[in-house]
């Protein structure tokens, strides 16, 4: 349903930019977000957007190196995330719920996909 892509090992500084391809059903009324999970810690929201336009919601905390887009034909939400640090070393995940609450509170959601690795070396 959802596929995460794009992750990898990338120096202090550098860029990457994360895919994450719906598939076998529409996803137009749905909101998206990205996660991630630091080994040890819990798993934190980054940024959501509606699938079908307006303004995505950040974390504070994530504001400045993190922007979600997606593309509608490609069935695309992309992470673009630039000047990465070791600290953003984690699993990143994408998600969809009906719900921009329930994907912000990160709980509950109904379609998680599969991570990909960000690894950051300094």
């Known amino acids: 349903q959802l596929q995460a892509s794009g992750g990898g090992l990338v120096q202090a500084g550098g860029s990457l930019r994360l895919s994450c391809t719906a598939s076998?059903?529409?996803?137009?009324?749905?909101?998206m977000g990205w996660f991630r999970q630091a080994p040890g810690k819990e798993r934190e929201s980054i940024v959501g957007?509606?699938?079908?336009?307006?303004?995505?919601y950040y974390v504070d905390s994530m504001k400045g190196r993190f922007t979600i887009s997606r593309d509608n034909v490609k069935n695309t939400v992309y992470l673009q995330t630039n000047n990465l640090k070791p600290e953003d070393t984690a699993v990143y995940y994408c998600?969809?719920?009906?719900?921009?609450?329930?994907?912000?509170?990160?709980?509950?959601?109904?379609?998680w996909g599969k991570g990909t690795q960000v690894t950051v070396s300094s």
């Open positions: 998600a969809a719920d009906r719900s921009k609450s329930t994907l912000i509170a990160g709980v509950a959601i109904e379609y």
């Open positions: 076998g059903r529409t996803f137009s009324t749905y909101n």
């Open positions: 957007i509606r699938w079908s336009g307006g303004s995505p």
